[in-house]
């Protein structure tokens, strides 16, 4: 199993600019989440999706920020326009189920700079 | 509010010291307290659940402990590959299926 992938593995983009991450989850799992990860403030939920379908977005931190799951194999996080404060390292993760063992399964991250 | 919070930040041992991480956590109905490891430039690895007081978990030179309080992450005889950043997270009753993450302990194993 190739596991999460994440693509672009690095992003820099000026400030205003629109930037999309993408993910496609591991097969068969049905919950797919997105993370933030900075220095200050740690690694963050964003919002997850169970079935495509989006559960909670309440830690998106604004209108800027938008997520899609068009199909089970694929997930965007969709930043516009980005801001210099947005510089992190966005993670997306997987699951069959969040409940039992909740493994969630993380992929490699991509480090978004925006200038 | 969940909150969690691991201590120490950073840790330094040799080789074999063996020691302990802390993770403290207030939480409304824990549903899992859960142990990640993360390499530099990786994502979150996945290493125990936890789910009541008493519980304990083991995996090579790991071992979790959980009380109504907080975890330990054990470390017997550490190896230099055992370095890494620990993330402690939970789920409580009232937060669906978020994971609330603490900031992690960074720990160097030197040879």
């Known amino acids: 199993d190739a596991g999460v992938i994440q693509s672009p593995r690095h992003e820099v983009t000026e400030m205003g600019q629109e930037v999309t991450l993408r993910c496609k989850p591991i097969s068969g799992h049905d919950y797919l989440f997105w993370y933030r990860q900075t220095m200050m403030r740690g690694l963050e939920l964003l919002i997850y999706f169970n079935n495509n379908v989006p559960i909670d977005d309440s830690g998106m931190p604004e209108d800027r920020f938008s997520a899609k799951m068009p199909n089970a194999s694929f997930s965007t996080l969709k930043i516009q326009p980005s801001e210099p404060r947005d510089s992190a390292v966005y993670f997306c993760?997987?699951?069959?189920?969040?409940?039992?063992?909740?493994?969630?399964?993380f992929g490699p991250g991509t480090r978004l700079t925006v200038l | 509010e969940d909150q969690v919070t691991q201590s120490p930040e950073a840790l330094r041992l040799q080789e074999g010291e063996s020691s302990s991480l802390n993770c403290s956590y207030t939480?409304?109905?824990?549903?899992?307290l859960f142990w990640y490891r993360q390499d530099p430039g990786k994502g979150p690895e996945f290493l125990f659940t936890?789910?009541?007081a008493g519980e304990e978990k083991e995996k090579e030179r790991l071992k979790a402990t959980l009380t109504k309080k907080e975890s330990f992450l054990h470390i017997t005889a550490p190896k230099p590959e055992d370095s890494a950043t620990y993330l402690c997270a939970v789920r409580g009753a009232d937060s669906s299926y978020k994971l609330i993450f603490g900031s992690g302990t960074r720990l160097l194993v030197r040879p």
């Open positions: 939480v409304s109905g824990l549903r899992g």
């Open positions: 936890l789910y009541s």
């Open positions: 993760a997987s699951s069959l189920r969040p409940g039992g063992a909740n493994e969630q399964f």
